[in-house]
């Protein structure tokens, strides 16, 4: 499994039928860049897309960014073939309108078969998929190279027939977000479409670090910036959970005005462990 992630903050869909959008993912610096075959390309271009990829990938390999790819739900099994034959391998492989535990088999089976480094987000976007979140959950196993969960709020919606800003796909996603952070996964919030309104980008950030989550996916290079910057832990958050840590171990304490405590402690250290101290 996967620990959970502070430094994946910003999440940037890219699609790959496009050549000149592959070359502009290489000129910016998001968390990482999510190489696309569902619904960010047009239809019947998958195989364009995948020699885009097949043929940017000594560029792409070279960045600092993490590399995920999104395949297509109808043909993941040939372009996840194509791709490993061919010597390209990602960090994260993401799988949308998930529902059947057997895709999830044949998913480890060709990760397994490639020795491929993929962890895996399953993207749950149906009526069906929330009702099975808890049998989903069990299935997984320590050793799985599971990453976390994503919720596709507008197939949700759709499926619902709600708006995608609705209390019920707020709630769903809430629970999604709990059941995260009950098992140590990740969630990564689905991207905020309305672009030209920084206001609802950054009340969605700030409503996403209260809940706990770090990770935001985004379809534009635009909110990079801001994603991070919001997201990100930053060198004081570090340093008050270290003060936090120590003042804890004298007893009782105050820090900033507050009281130090256990579960304030506790916290502290799941920060640092999951930065690497």
Do not use: H
């Amino acid at each position: 499994m996967s620990k959970v992630s502070y430094k994946l903050n910003s999440w940037m869909f890219c699609p790959s039928d496009k050549a000149k959008l592959i070359e502009k993912s290489l000129e910016v610096s998001p968390s990482v860049v999510i190489y696309d075959l569902e619904d960010g390309i047009e239809y019947g271009k998958e195989d364009i897309a995948l020699e885009n990829l097949k043929s940017y990938w000594n560029q792409i390999k070279e960045k600092n960014f993490k590399k995920a790819l999104r395949v297509s739900k109808e043909s993941y099994e040939s372009s996840l073939f194509f791709l490993f034959k061919n010597g390209l391998d990602f960090d994260f492989i993401i799988f949308p309108k998930f529902e059947d535990k057997a895709e999830l088999w044949t998913l480890k089976d060709i990760l397994a078969k490639y020795n491929s480094k993929a962890k895996l987000v399953l993207m749950l976007e149906s009526k069906k998929a929330i009702k099975d979140l808890n049998n989903l959950i069990a299935l997984l196993k320590p050793e799985d190279k599971f990453f976390g969960f994503m919720v596709g709020k507008a197939d949700l919606a759709s499926d619902y027939n709600v708006e995608i800003y609705s209390e019920l796909i707020e709630s769903i996603s809430l629970k999604v977000i709990q059941k995260c952070l009950e098992n140590d996964f990740n969630y990564i919030e689905a991207p905020t479409f309305e672009l030209n309104s920084e206001f609802a980008l950054i009340a969605n950030l700030n409503y996403l670090k209260r809940n706990g989550v770090y990770c935001k996916a985004i379809i534009t290079p635009k909110q990079i910036a801001e994603v991070n910057s919001t997201l990100e832990i930053s060198s004081e958050q570090i340093m008050q959970a270290r003060e936090t840590i120590s003042l804890s171990k004298e007893g009782a304490a105050r820090y900033n005005g507050k009281m130090v405590d256990e579960a304030m402690a506790k916290k502290a250290r799941k920060l640092l462990e999951a930065l690497g101290e």
